[in-house]
């Protein structure tokens, strides 16, 4: 599937297309086509525009990511955010999920992929969300990236402090009288040592991590979470169960809530390490969590952040804090409460 800005691909195809989206071209259509000429003499809209309409997700009633467009059993179109957020939802209120359209079941394993309907959204026009240009949807991610006058810029002496951003069209101008500029040597010198103070930051979770590769005793498992065990209506609270689990000889158990947080009402996980055993010890024990490579999709990988917990265990029954787990967006959080078998791998450190 094309996902690059290849200038030598399908020359017809996009000949044909580029003429749709300017009526002037209109004349030079391919008539196998069906469309452009007769159309705009009749007075209908044209091919582009009626493909256009058949493509939109029947839930956000936008066009889908080529690469993110399913279909339900009977052939309606669902982008993947609008899926993730159906089959999450489903899962909350112990129900099925079903296509809004006509109401069949829909799961990840009976969704599908139509190939045709990739390569057409591929080749359809879209228009730039900034400047409205409109393209085709290969080459909009590259047009967002490089190209677009409206995308958000930094001003290039950023790394010397200036925190001014804004449209590309109005950077030159900015940077042409950026303060920056008549920075003398001592305050550059200040500036290169803030980025140095940033960057040893950015390595210190790194460095957190690669240190506990020497802890005394390192484990994981693979948790399976149960639908809610409970659901609270009253604080909002969903908990999930997460089976017992033997590790240092201990007997664990992981606790599992789904709150709502911050002025949107987002949903987040919060989870806590519980010991049921009696330790014969103080136990020190680092715990992080991440989603197992196998059992989630491509996408979800990044999903939870690397963040080091820390609890000390002497007594049976002893639980950790709640800390929630850190989600790289909330539509990390769906897409791990749409899993048909929703994962987590816990990581365990004994010091
Ligand atoms: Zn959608
Ligand atoms: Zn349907
Ligand atoms: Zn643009
Ligand atoms: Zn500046």
């Known amino acids: 599937m094309p996902n690059t800005d290849d200038e030598g691909a399908r020359p017809c195809k996009r000949q044909r297309l580029n003429s749709d989206v300017e009526p002037s071209g209109a004349g030079q259509t391919d008539p196998s086509s069906g469309s452009s000429t007769a159309d705009v003499a009749r007075g209908e809209p044209e091919l582009s525009e009626r493909l256009r309409k058949v493509m939109l997700c029947t839930v956000c009633l936008e066009l889908p990511h080529p690469d993110d467009s399913y279909q339900c059993t009977l052939g309606h179109i669902v982008c993947e955010d609008?899926?993730?957020?159906?089959?999450?939802?489903?899962?909350?209120?112990?129900?099925?999920?079903?296509?809004?359209?006509?109401?069949?079941?829909?799961s990840w394993q009976e969704l599908t992929k139509n190939l045709a309907v990739g390569q057409t959204l591929w080749e359809l026009p879209k228009s730039c969300s900034d400047c409205e240009q409109q393209m085709e949807y290969k080459s909009l991610a590259k047009h967002l990236k490089t190209e677009c006058s409206k995308r958000l810029v930094h001003c290039q002496y950023r790394c010397l402090g200036c925190t001014w951003q804004g449209c590309q069209e109005d950077s030159i101008q900015h940077e042409a009288n950026c303060n920056y500029l008549q920075l003398s040597s001592d305050e550059i010198l200040t500036a290169l040592d803030t980025i140095d103070q940033l960057e040893q930051m950015a390595v210190h979770s790194l460095r957190q991590c690669h240190r506990q590769l020497s802890a005394k005793r390192i484990s994981y498992e693979d948790l399976d979470l149960r639908?809610?065990?409970?659901?609270?209506?009253?604080?909002?609270?969903?908990?999930?169960?997460?089976?017992?689990?033997?590790?240092?000889?201990?007997?664990?158990?992981?606790?599992?809530?789904?709150?709502?947080?911050?002025?949107g009402n987002e949903r987040q996980l919060s989870y806590s390490l519980k010991i049921l055993s009696s330790p014969r010890e103080i136990l020190s024990v680092k715990y992080f969590a991440t989603l197992p490579a196998v059992y989630v999709r491509p996408k979800q990988l990044m999903d939870v952040e690397p963040e080091l917990n820390e609890a000390y265990y002497n007594l049976a029954g002893q639980s950790s804090d709640f800390k929630l787990l850190p989600m790289s967006c909330p539509l990390a959080t769906y897409r791990l409460l749409a899993m048909p078998c929703m994962k987590l791998r816990l990581w365990m450190m004994l010091n």
């Open 82 to 106: 609008c899926v993730t957020r159906l089959l999450a939802e489903a899962v909350l209120n112990s129900r099925d999920a079903q296509c809004p359209h006509c109401r069949t079941h829909i």
């Open 227 to 263: 639908w809610p065990l409970h659901t609270c209506r009253l604080d909002a609270e969903v908990r999930f169960q997460a089976p017992t689990i033997y590790v240092f000889e201990e007997t664990w158990r992981v606790r599992i809530r789904l709150v709502v947080t911050g002025p």
